[in-house]
């Protein structure tokens, strides 16, 4: 995976660094972790960088200067331990994994979620990560976020929640599932005390998006989320089946101001001839630029592209081969006309509901005839 978040921390550079060659400033080059690099993010307002590794997160400059570093392991832990360590049997040292580092600008934090004790969080000042401004590990498994396994990935965006005239912070998350996870594929979690909520407990509870009992059906590996125009976007790779490890890559639309996540729908992309590169591996969405949607709008393969359009670019590779990989890009509005595509297919010439569901998922006990669809280009 790291090679993966190098890119996209290539890709943040790049556009600093551009930005400052225009201005005549000469950029840092590098910054080299001595621990390995799970994800990355930068506050859009100062510029700031932030790493999320192993044992560490550190604070960089636009220039990818070291700012701060507060180190989060290794510390004592267990696999089946329910925190807080003093009363967790069996316990050795082991590394703290940082899967999620999200910014939360309005209160100027870093939300940090790791792997230790089964995946809590703590929020860290965005101006000096050494300060940490709230880390509580007696709330049990509600708070759990991220994972105690390395393999299971994270992905998260930040939101509102409304409830009783009152609009919280919150953030979703995307996340796979080990052995000792909750099934839940997306959860909304709050950022503050709130009556009977704690900070980072999951605040909605909806079937669509629980994999019970087909944890070991499908296999979810999240790579990214986004919002753009009041939607919510995942974008994951899984497998179809347990008896079928081949993986296929989608991206799933929720409305942003959906508290119930009824408007959940997904959609299969396919990138290269006959979909040989199913697997995402990393992602980022960003306008083309001039010359790029001419050549796209040209192709007559993504409909018609302007520089302002935006476009969702994946890095992708084959199942059976992880060093052959492809740049595939999807215009968010071919996205968005498919996932229409498949909800009105579900609704009958009188717009009664057919009896098909909106949702194309596996994630329920009935039966049904799903409404399917799937997008492919590749560049």
């Known amino acids: 995976m790291a090679s993966w978040v190098s890119t996209l921390f290539f890709l943040i550079w790049l ?10 400033k000469i950029p840092t080059v590098e910054f080299i972790s001595e621990s390995l ?71 100027g934090s870093l939300i940090v979620c790791g792997s230790r004790y089964r995946g809590i969080c703590s929020l860290l000042n965005l101006s000096n990560v050494e300060q940490e401004l709230y880390y509580n590990d007696n709330k049990g498994q509600r708070t759990y ?50 009556q009977d909520w704690d900070v980072f407990e999951n605040i909605i509870e909806a079937s669509a998006v629980q994999t019970a009992p087909f944890v070991l059906k499908y296999l979810h590996d999240f790579q990214h989320a986004f919002k753009e125009d009041g939607f919510v976007y995942f974008l994951f790779s899984r497998t179809l089946d347990g008896t079928d490890n081949k993986n296929l890559t989608f991206v799933s639309r929720l409305c942003e101001n959906d508290q119930h996540y009824y408007s959940y729908t997904e959609l299969q992309l396919t990138c290269g001839t006959n979909n040989r590169y199913n697997k995402v591996q990393a992602a980022y969405v960003a306008f083309p630029g001039k ?5 796209m709008s040209q192709s007559g393969n993504y409909g018609t592209v302007t520089s302002f359009t935006k476009v969702l670019f994946m890095v992708a590779h084959p199942d059976d081969d992880e060093s052959d990989s492809a740049l595939c890009m999807y215009p968010l509005n071919s996205i968005n006309q498919q996932l229409m595509d498949i909800i009105s297919a ?15 998922v596996p994630y329920s006990s ?10 492919s280009n590749i560049f």
């Open 15 to 24: 556009s600093v660094s551009q930005a400052q060659e225009r201005s005549g």
């Open 37 to 107: 690099i799970n994800n990355v993010v930068q506050d859009p307002q100062t510029g700031r960088i932030y790493l999320g590794a192993v044992n560490n997160i550190f604070q960089l400059s636009p220039s990818l200067q070291k700012e701060a570093r507060t180190e989060t392991g290794p510390k004592k832990d267990a696999k089946t331990c329910t925190p807080p360590a003093s009363g967790c049997q069996d316990t050795v040292l082991m590394p703290n994994s940082n899967k999620l580092p999200l910014v939360h600008p309005s209160n």
């Open 145 to 194: 976020v991220a994972s105690i396994e390395d393999n299971v990935n994270v992905v998260s965006v930040m939101s509102n929640y409304t409830k009783n005239g009152r609009t919280f912070k919150v953030f979703l998350v995307g996340k796979g599932y080990g052995s000792l996870d909750s099934t839940k594929l997306i959860s909304t979690r709050i950022l503050e005390d709130y």
């Open 291 to 295: 010359e790029l949607a001419r050549v």
């Open 346 to 360: 579900c609704y009958s010439d009188s717009g009664e509901i057919s009896g098909v569901p909106a949702v194309d």
């Open 366 to 375: 009935q039966t049904y005839t799903a409404c399917t669809s799937k997008i």
